[in-house]
């Protein structure tokens, strides 16, 4: 089955820290590229950032955000530290295609479920 599962979401305070997974399963791990997006309430789903043989980060996360992969489990991550309120949101992983530099990336195919980070103290 093809799905990718979001985890690792939680509620914590200002300036904590969290590590996002998600789990792939279905897909050739290694063949593909991923990106993190994120979408606020009321608001539209913004891209976060992404990995193929690169990675890049949208500017507002870029110093706080590190996304990285484990081939042998088939999982990207997304370390966030430093946490904000602006923060607060439903986080997503996506699979998109083998593209480099990824922030190229114009289309991702399959998407994960979701999973809510909350800031607030």
């Known amino acids: 089955q093809r799905q990718l599962v979001e985890s690792g979401g939680a509620l914590v305070q200002p300036g904590g820290s969290l590590r996002l997974s998600c789990a792939v399963s279905?897909?050739?791990?290694?063949?593909?590229?991923y990106g993190w997006f994120r979408q606020a309430p009321g608001k539209e789903r913004d891209w976060v950032s992404c990995?193929?043989?690169?990675?890049d980060y949208a500017d507002s996360v870029k110093g706080r955000f590190t996304i990285s992969r484990d081939n042998a489990k088939n999982t990207v991550y997304l370390q966030i530290d430093n946490l904000g309120p602006e923060d607060t949101a439903v986080y997503y992983c996506?699979?998109?295609?083998?593209?480099?530099?990824?922030?190229?990336?114009?289309?991702?195919?399959?998407w994960g479920q979701g999973t809510q980070v909350t800031v607030s103290s």
């Open positions: 279905g897909f050739t791990f290694d063949y593909f590229a």
């Open positions: 990995i193929s043989d690169n990675t």
């Open positions: 996506a699979l998109g295609p083998h593209v480099t530099p990824c922030a190229a990336i114009s289309e991702y195919a399959y």
